[in-house]
């Protein structure tokens, strides 16, 4: 911490415990009425001086006696004239300077509670902080350490706000000229120093001109109204002008002085890039070089703000044309803004392209490639603005990822100029196994779809996945199974039209989740073209640019894979199926064609099937000896090929150690543990069934 910090800092703690009263019971209230800031060692009168002032709250006897004590200060040598208000016309206050103290003695009568007591505190400083303290000497007065005045420097200083743009000559920034403190210039002045400021320019290969162009000095804060002219301001040579300060002893407050108006030329063809500075020095200023000119080449910036967003969706896009130097733009020429990466932008209804600039909506001719919108064309930027900032919508399909750029182009610009505006991800994974048909059988099955969510929630409620086979003659003869894998989004029932597959999504996901599509059934009859089958994934679940016509598919290939006639494909080994139907309220299970009894019925809770886990177990062939409930953890284990641990309560699910989020816990309920349906399909691999018309679950066990 530098010199003038501990200052600051001193000066911030003293400004605080100064503003909170300084008292003892039945004594007195004590403050200083102002604090100022003074010049180093300067005398500070009887008429400027600040008061100490003592607001009696007890009584103080004829001959009482206090002293006032200074640090940072010395007293000076001459009488001390205290004022009383509220006492008695008789009593007066005796002051006499005792060595480094000033003795205060109450003669003629009593000072009675309520006198106020108001001492001038004349002094010189001596250090940069100066304090008064008060010694009590058993008296009804309050001892205490008050803030008197600050000494500084009375130097101010020379600074600049803003640095204008020039491509070989133009007006400098303004130069603020600034005192520390009030009367800190014309104190200066009364002791000799001039008020005359030096401007020196720091570069040989310029000079000022004030003949062509209009300086003046014009005060500010304390000095506002105390302007002067050009006459304020002398040339000396190419590179120096002198400054001198208007009559400012009128003046009562911290005021300051901005000088405008000066013109930079250059006196040679130097061709220098890069800014310009002035050295400023003079009595009352602090000597500084600050830059006041930055001379460069014609330039326009494209500043953009850039985010990470997903395709799939719609993105609004801020990005500015900045002109850094006069005429750099050619304003009356169209300028050409073009996105990359097969973006596209909306058109209304006369197939134009609706852009905000510089808050106003304006209509724009489309650039096109293909049947997309890809830009637009400004015809002519308006003259008045250096800066224009734009705002408009694109459209990111999916199948978009990496950098979209943004390219601006025209005669209106010196150089081309792009820019980074958006990078694309994709919210979705999508792994597709092919379903391999043999021509002239029925009711085959195969294939299998699984897709991912990458982030909570991406796939949207209340919309669709859409699955859209290519035309082929086969025929799909059921649903495919369609479970949840992973997660909490909950579908509706799907519904085929034709030869596209509708899923509707009943409620968003809050865990990310995993939709996992398989044994697809269909048959192929010999009509059948062989040859391989396209399959497009998308609708309105996945994408805000979907629509009934465009899927903006997540994924697409082949996917029904139908072999030559002379083709061999492998057959393979024959299946056995076997059904096992679990129903909501009903105290049986049926395996095949077999009822079980049970002591427990499946139910329905947050819309979630709830099964009883031991019957599920029983059922697909795990002996009651395989399963282990330890009542004080409250944990059921269930070794078989895998073990797998549950916890009443608890959404964990642990298979084999490892660890998963389940999308509801166990629950207790009449002895028996109950699972949601999706979890037991996730931990075994079992395929599952819900048939609507009878409120059953059925599991499909393969051999």
Known sequence: MNKKQKLAYCLIIIMIISLVPHFSRGASWNRINK???????????????????????????????????????????????STLIGAASEASLETKLIGSMLQIKIQGARLERGTSIRI???LQMVDEISFVEIISNNTAVTSGRYHVATAMNYRGKVSTHQIPTAVKEGEMADLWIEEPFSKAF?????????????????????????????????????????????????????????????????????????????????????????????KAKGDLIQEA????????????????????????????????????????????????????????????????????????????????????????????????????DFQVTLMIPHGTQGNIELVVEGRSLIKTLTAKVLAVDTPFQVEVEPFEVRIGFKDQVGGKIEIRELAPGE?????????????????????????????????????????????????????????????????????IASGNYKLQIGGTGFSELATEQSLDAIWQGDFLKVAEENEVIPTPPPVMVTPIKFTIGKSHYTIGSTNKSMDATPYISNGRTMLPIKYVADAIGIGGECILWHPTTKTVTIKANQTITLQLGSKIMKIDGKTYTMSAPPEAKNGRTFVPVAEITRASAIQTVWESSTKSVIFYIYD
């Open 289 to 388: 070089t600050v830059e006041v000119l930055e001379i460069m080449d014609y330039t326009v910036d494209l500043e953009v703000k850039s985010k990470k967003v997903y395709s799939g969706t719609k993105q609004e896009v801020q990005f500015a044309l900045v002109e850094k130097v006069a005429d750099s733009l050619v304003k009356e020429r169209v300028t050409y803004f073009e996105f990359g990466n097969g973006v596209s932008l909306e058109t209304n209804t006369q197939g134009k392209v609706e852009v905000t600039m510089n808050g106003e909506v304006m209509v724009c001719e489309p650039i096109k490639k293909g049947n997309l919108v890809i830009g637009f064309k400004v015809q002519q930027l308006p003259k008045e603005a250096s800066r224009y």
């Open 35 to 81: 604090v100022i800031t003074v010049m180093e060692q300067e005398v500070i009168s009887a008429e400027d001086a600040p008061e100490l002032i003592i607001d009696l709250v007890d009584e103080l006897e004829v001959g009482d006696l206090f002293y006032l004590q200074l640090s940072g200060a010395k007293w000076l040598d001459e009488p001390y004239i």
């Open 186 to 278: 014309s104190k200066a002045m009364n002791q000799g120093k001039q008020g005359v400021i030096e401007i020196q320019l720091t570069h040989q290969g310029f000079s000022f001109d004030i003949n062509t162009s209009t300086p003046q000095l014009i005060g500010i804060k304390g000095f506002e109204g105390i302007n002067s002219g050009a006459d304020a301001i002398k040339q000396i040579d190419g590179q120096t002008l002198e400054i001198l300060l208007p009559d400012i002893s009128q003046a009562k407050y911290t005021g300051g002085f901005i000088l405008s108006g000066i013109k930079i030329i250059e006196e040679n063809h130097n061709n220098f890039q890069g800014k310009l500075a002035v």
């Open 120 to 122: 001038p505190m004349a």
């Open 459 to 527: 796939i949207a409620q209340g919309k669709t996945i859409i699955l859209q086979f290519e035309e082929s003659g086969m025929k799909f003869t059921k649903l495919p199974q369609i479970t949840v894998t992973e997660g909490d989004i909950r579908l509706g029932t799907p519904v085929w039209q034709s030869n596209r597959l509708e899923i509707p999504i009943v409620r968003r996901s809050n865990e990310a989740s995993i939709i996992t599509i398989s044994h697809f059934t269909l048959t192929a009859d010999q009509t």
